[in-house]
């Protein structure tokens, strides 16, 4: 238990660190900027208390934004792909997730890129549209969100790649 919480507490960090020194100073052609902090609610644990991982996404994005200087759209973002991580879950793997011993090492690589996806998507969605936050600039928050989702989603998987046990 405490080897969980220790590895998610150095990921949390670790990620804040990165996203923040690292990769909100990149700007790939004017208008990108990966966001892969969100990769962190892909790695947390799938049967952990569901208010604490609410109140951390809350924590971790807050503090995105104070580093980043967004008023609060890195929060809204993170408490919408906390809150409705559950559902892409189950739109991905079934009901099978909501068994006692659900792993992401019993399911499809192809299964693992589609939630890790929708979970960049989501959060894509709500933070471009809050931050342009204009109807008539629609255009506008598909271009950043497929562009950005797209860099973010490679970058997440690399990483998810790199820094998972082998036995997934």
């Known amino acids: 238990m405490n080897s969980v919480i220790f590895l998610n507490g150095f990921r949390f960090i670790l990620l804040i660190l990165a996203q923040v020194l690292i990769f909100n100073t990149l700007n790939f052609m004017g208008f990108i900027n990966p966001l892969v902090y969100v990769i962190f609610f ?11 991982f609410i109140l951390v996404s809350f924590i971790l994005g807050l503090t995105i934004d104070i580093f980043s200087d967004t008023l609060a759209l890195h929060t809204v973002a993170s408490l919408t792909v906390a809150y409705t991580r559950p559902l892409l879950m189950r739109f991905c793997f079934g009901v099978n997730y909501e068994f006692q011993n659900f792993s992401f090492k ?12 929708l979970l960049v998507f989501v959060h894509q969605v709500v933070f471009f549209s809050l931050e342009i ?3 008539s600039h629609f255009v506008l928050i598909l271009k950043k969100v497929f562009a950005t989702g797209i860099v973010t989603l490679v970058l997440c998987a690399l990483f998810s790649s790199l820094f998972s046990p082998r036995s997934e």
Not at 43 to 48: F, L, M
Not at 106 to 117: A, C, E, K, S, V
């Open 42 to 52: 892909y790695w947390y644990p799938i049967k952990a208390n569901r208010a604490i």
């Open 106 to 117: 019993n399911t499809t690589p192809i299964q693992r890129l589609t939630f890790l996806g």
């Open 133 to 135: 936050l204009s109807i």
